[in-house]
């Protein structure tokens, strides 16, 4: 994976937090100094890594957890939400037919990302068109011609042509509408006045949609003055990083080109034609931290507004009057700190699982099918569970997306919990020791 050493740390941190005894000062003291050691091994600018672990800081002991929330959840979605405000917004990118304009220097990776973008459109169909506008060096020339054949698209170059605009204008007159032009441009050792004239005479040759200049994320934390030097000069809808591959540097050149201003739309992630991918700020963290789908750690704590259902479900587990509609309840709020997820910690089904990777990932995909599944149902079945047999079980499992085994599995986690809980409710031993230990109401301290 692409930045492996910072996720690998930042994980480590996370780890930390769902292992560690009380979420103290102490705790989050340790936490933030190694979210900067990670940050600055990843090459992340010292004040950018210095202000988020502030922030990070001042936050977990400034701000309340949502109700029912714990501390340790809430640490972990700070922290997760601080490293993905670094690395900018996602920007939207469509694919439709439309003029793209690559800048760059020498050796960044232009000509290969302007074949990685071609095959990108292709595959949804769009046919694309390359032009080739490197008029210094007669090899980009033959380069990109070979890509255009590998990718299977248009292609247009005229050698004897010195002037990068006068070729652009020459393939857009060419081509047909319909097709996305992708415009490869010779690149500088610097950026100097000669290049930036090139690039202006090109820019009103070609109209484009889009002037996107491409940058090796090699170039660490100094990708971020480049980006600017080039936007303040021609003016940038976006970058694409390439080489992230490779580069230990990688937070550095994505933190750095995010704060530029310049919005990061692809990475190149090797030196073949598929290997480029969109930059989604938050499905890149969530990768990093090796949170299968932090979307849905989110909606956890939106879902925790619902606490009061909850509490409910939690006394209907006690009291042995535990339907389908309060284990919808149970799975919601899972993970919150309240006497429910306490209860639900003494069955060995979901309770225990808690961010190791793997895990983590299987729980919220279990999770999310049987939500699927519940919310097929009829509130007549949720709440009489009696009821889901037979067809109603084909019905509810096509209504969910899911195979009838899934939905039968999902009933016998119901069974099982259900049955735990009538344990425990005529248990009467268990039952005062449980409510000395969680309260009537309040959870333990967090
Ligand atoms: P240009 O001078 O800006 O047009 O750069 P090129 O497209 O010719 O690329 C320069 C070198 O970088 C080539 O050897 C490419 O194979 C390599 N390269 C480009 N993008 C990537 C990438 O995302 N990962 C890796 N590992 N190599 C890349
Ligand atoms: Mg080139």
Do not use: W
């Not at 400034?62 to 029912?68: M, S």
């Amino acid at each position: 994976m692409v930045l492996d050493s910072l996720g690998k740390s930042l994980r480590g941190v996370l780890q930390k937090i769902a292992r560690g005894g009380a979420v103290d000062d102490a705790l989050i003291g340790e936490v933030v100094r190694d979210i900067q050691r990670a940050l600055l091994q990843a090459d992340v600018n010292v004040q950018l890594a210095l202000e988020l672990t502030q922030r990070v800081k001042r936050r977990a002991k400034e701000e309340k957890p949502p109700a029912g929330a714990s501390l340790r959840d809430f640490l972990i979605r700070i922290i997760y939400e601080e490293v993905r405000n670094i690395l900018g917004k996602e920007r939207p990118f469509e694919l439709k037919p439309k003029r793209i304009l690559l800048a760059g220097l020498f050796g960044q990776g232009k000509t290969t990302t302007a074949g990685k973008l071609a095959r990108h459109f292709q595959k949804k169909g769009i046919r694309v068109g390359l032009v080739a506008a490197d008029v210094h060096r007669p090899a980009a020339v033959d380069q990109l011609e070979q890509l255009s054949k590998k990718v299977g698209c248009d292609f247009y170059a005229n050698r004897a042509e010195k002037r990068a605009e006068v070729i652009v204008t020459e393939a857009l007159a060419k081509f047909p509408q319909h097709v996305a032009v992708i415009v490869d441009t010779a690149g500088r050792s610097g950026i100097d006045p000669e290049l930036i004239a090139e690039l202006t005479r090109v820019r009103a040759a070609l109209q484009p949609d889009e002037v996107i200049l491409v940058l090796d994320a090699a170039m660490g934390q100094t990708a971020g003055r480049s980006a600017k030097t080039f936007h303040d000069a021609v003016g940038l809808t976006g970058v694409i990083l390439t080489k992230l591959d490779g580069s230990a540097k990688g937070g550095g050149a994505l933190s750095a080109v995010a704060a530029s201003g310049a919005p990061i739309i692809f990475i190149g992630t090797g030196e073949h034609l598929d290997e480029l991918e969109r930059f989604d700020p938050t499905r890149f963290v969530s990768r990093l931290l090796g949170m299968g789908d932090i979307q849905t750690l989110l909606e956890r704590f939106e879902e925790l507004q619902d606490k009061e259902g909850a509490e409910k479900a939690a006394e209907h587990l006690m009291t042995g009057r535990f339907t389908l509609r309060d284990m919808r309840t149970q799975l919601a709020s899972l993970g919150q700190m309240g006497p429910f997820s306490k209860l639900l910690s003494l069955f060995p089904t979901f309770g225990a699982a808690k961010l190791d990777e793997k895990q983590m990932e299987d729980t919220q995909s279990r999770l999310r099918r049987y939500r699927a599944i519940l919310d097929s149902m009829t509130p007549g079945e949720l709440d009489e569970p009696h009821l889901v047999k037979g067809d109603r079980i084909h019905r509810i499992a096509r209504g969910s997306g899911q195979r009838p085994q899934e939905v039968r599995a999902l009933l016998k986690y119901y069974d099982s919990t259900r049955k735990a809980a009538h344990g425990i409710a005529s248990n009467r031993k268990l039952r005062r020791q449980l409510e000395r230990q969680f309260g009537a109401g309040g959870g333990p301290p967090a």
